[in-house]
């Protein structure tokens, strides 16, 4: 059992940056793909940005290409999100999850078997 915890979230403006945390514990980090997912109220949850257990492969939404980085450190079992040039459409609750095994790296929320519990981002213009 993997427990996630987010952090690093706030309150920023257009074009600011911002870096979120996902801390794991209770498993070997690095036997896990992971990934970030958001959420803006009223809407499906959507996939942001995947990693391998390694780090050795990612994949991005196409909305945030070229403006976020997925990065994770096994040592101290976190994930990072680092997001750039930030617009009010990034405005959500930012969700990191972690998937079992190896594979390709999933867009699908499903695929998915532990949730964190959130972290709001808020971009204001």
């Known amino acids: 059992q993997v427990q996630l915890v987010e952090s690093g979230g706030g309150l920023v403006q257009t074009g600011d940056s911002l870096r979120v945390s996902c801390a794991a514990s209770?498993?070997?980090?690095?036997?896990?793909?992971m990934a970030w997912f958001r959420q803006d109220p009223g809407k499906e949850r959507e996939f942001v940005a995947a990693?391998?257990?390694?780090?050795?492969?990612?994949r991005y939404a196409d909305p945030v290409k070229g403006r976020f980085t997925i990065s994770r450190d096994n040592a101290k079992n976190t994930v990072y999100l680092q997001m750039n040039s930030l617009k009010l459409e990034d405005t959500a609750v930012y969700y990191c999850a972690a998937k079992r095994g190896q594979g390709a790296l999933n867009t699908e929320a499903n695929e998915y078997n532990y949730w964190g519990q959130g972290t709001l981002v808020t971009v204001s213009s």
């Open positions: 209770g498993g070997t980090f690095s036997s896990y793909a």
């Open positions: 990693i391998s257990r390694y780090g050795i492969s990612t």
